[in-house]
């Protein structure tokens, strides 16, 4: 059975830092790209950051590049996103997605307050 499990949002002020997790099982973790969403009420999901399976690849929306970073731990079967210099504008559910599959985890809200 596939899960993942997002954990670590919570509220915080602007300026801060926050890192999400997402643990991974029931698939090969490392052979899949593995991606971060974010969602607010009564707008549709946005890709956040993406890291290829190897981890020799990333991508990020252009509203979070410079200040959030994608990694993912093979071992661990987890993939991060850690997020520094919060703005209110990300306040949002987290959602982490195996590339090209269906899979998602159930989110973590993350709210900046300014």
């Known amino acids: 059975q596939v899960q993942l499990v997002e954990s670590g949002g919570g509220l915080v002020q602007a300026g801060d830092s926050l890192r999400l997790s997402c643990a991974a099982s029931g698939f090969t973790f490392s052979a899949y790209a593995m991606s971060w969403y974010r969602q607010i009420p009564g707008k549709e999901r946005e890709l956040v950051a993406v890291?290829?399976?190897?981890?020799?690849?990333?991508n990020y929306a252009d509203s979070v590049k410079g200040r959030f970073t994608i990694s993912r731990d093979k071992a661990k079967r987890t993939v991060y996103l850690q997020m520094n210099s919060l703005k209110p504008e990300d306040t949002a559910v987290y959602y982490c997605k195996a590339v090209g599959t269906g899979y998602w985890g159930q989110g973590t809200q993350v709210t900046v307050s300014s």
């Open positions: 890291m290829s399976s190897n981890g020799g690849y990333t």
